[in-house]
């Protein structure tokens, strides 16, 4: 199932900022999407975007801070975070599927409808 690839992960310190990057199989998906997730914790849908737009979703938890985008001449997806925060160290994945609402971010519907992951990307923010 992981036929995206993301790229972009490291560390950095609290305040500072960082870019992630995501292409492969599943980029013309209907939605395209991040998630993130530490040890022992659900993964966390923060920010999908429709391909073409029309409907961008950002987690309470990263609103205002993280961007997301896409080029589409570069079939890439991109998650522009600022401001980072001690509490958003996880691993971050890109996804593609067919809906953006965050309702099917639980795991009973997570992999239903997101069919395409990348095998993620550790970003660490220390304090």
């Known amino acids: 199932q992981e036929q995206l690839v993301e790229s972009g992960g490291g560390s950095v310190q609290a305040g500072g900022s960082l870019k992630l990057s995501c292409t492969g199989t599943g980029y013309n998906s209907y939605c395209m999407g991040w998630f993130r997730q530490v040890p022992g914790k659900e993964r966390e849908g923060i920010a999908t975007m429709r391909s073409g737009g029309g409907y961008t979703y950002y987690s309470d938890s990263v609103k205002g801070r993280f961007i997301i985008s896409q080029d589409n001449a570069k079939n890439t997806l991109y998650l522009q975070m600022n401001s980072l925060k001690p509490e958003d160290t996880a691993m971050y994945y890109c996804?593609?599927?067919?809906?953006?609402?965050?309702?099917?971010?639980?795991?009973?519907?997570?992999?239903?409808?997101?069919?395409?992951w990348g095998q993620g990307t550790q970003v660490t923010v220390s304090s």
């Open positions: 996804a593609a599927g067919s809906s953006c609402v965050p309702d099917y971010f639980t795991a009973m519907w997570v992999q239903r409808i997101w069919r395409y």
